[in-house]
């Protein structure tokens, strides 16, 4: 794979990391707007389905940053070899 290919899987997975860190924080605010405010049913409906989404896109976070490293050692030992 050549270096810019490389580069550019980095960039990419480095934005997936700020889509799910930005959406864990946006959805873990309203899980907890929902559980101070839990008064009906549907509330507590919605405030599991909110944890999952933050259990979700925190792997998913988790997962690209470690992609996101995978990438950038390999980044690294193509710039080593090529020197």
Same mark, same amino acid.
């Given at each position: 794979?050549? &270096?810019?290919?490389?580069? &550019?899987?980095?960039?990419?997975?480095? &934005?997936?990391?700020?889509?799910?860190?930005?959406?864990?924080?946006? +959805?873990?605010?309203?899980?907890?707007?929902?559980?101070?405010?839990?008064?009906?049913?549907?509330? @507590?409906?919605?405030?599991?389905?909110?944890? $999952?989404?933050?259990?979700?896109? @925190?792997?998913?976070? +988790?997962?690209?940053?470690?992609?996101?490293?995978?990438?950038?050692?390999?980044? &690294?030992? $193509?710039?080593?070899?090529?020197?």
């Amino acid at each position: 794979m050549s &270096e810019e290919a490389v580069k &550019e899987k980095v960039r990419f997975y480095t &934005e997936m990391v700020k889509l799910g860190a930005i959406t864990s924080i946006t +959805v873990g605010g309203g899980g907890v707007s929902l559980l101070l405010n839990m008064d009906s049913g549907l509330k @507590a409906i919605l405030f599991l389905l909110s944890i $999952l989404l933050v259990l979700s896109s @925190a792997i998913f976070t +988790v997962s690209s940053f470690l992609k996101a490293l995978d990438y950038m050692k390999e980044l &690294e030992r $193509l710039n080593k070899g090529g020197k």
